[in-house]
């Protein structure tokens, strides 16, 4: 089972700056990663993925443009750098791990509030 871990989530005004981590078990190029958040009573949404093996990223509407995910691969560590960032980015934020070849994600973070204050 593959765990992996979300750090770096906190509270910051409007405008700031918040850089979150996933730390996973093993070489992150093995995973496409991605990224997902979750707010109350609303269905977990898409934020941005990373293949590794074409170099490809995707991004949200709503986030593209001030978000970038990244990666370290001798780390083990995913990154999503947050910019310029809104209180309607205010949510759980979820790692997750997708081995393929089939569709879905299969592992997934426990979760980091990000909370933007207005």
């Known amino acids: 089972q593959v765990q992996l871990v979300e750090t770096g989530g906190g509270l910051v005004q409007a405008g700031g700056s918040l850089r979150l981590s996933c730390a996973a078990p093993?070489?992150?190029?093995?995973?496409?990663m991605g990224w997902f958040r979750q707010t109350p009573g609303k269905e977990r949404e898409f934020v941005a993925s990373?293949?590794?093996?074409?170099?490809?990223?995707s991004y949200a509407d709503s986030v593209k443009g001030r978000f970038t995910i990244s990666g370290d691969n001798a780390k083990n560590t995913a990154y999503l750098q947050m910019d310029s960032l809104k209180p309607e980015d205010t949510a759980v934020y979820y790692c997750?791990?997708?081995?393929?070849?089939?569709?879905?994600?299969?592992?997934w973070g426990q979760g980091t509030q990000v909370t933007v204050s207005s």
């Open positions: 997750a791990a997708a081995r393929g070849p089939a569709p879905g994600w299969n592992y």
């Open positions: 093993g070489r992150i190029s093995k995973y496409v």
């Open positions: 990373i293949t590794w093996s074409v170099g490809n990223t």
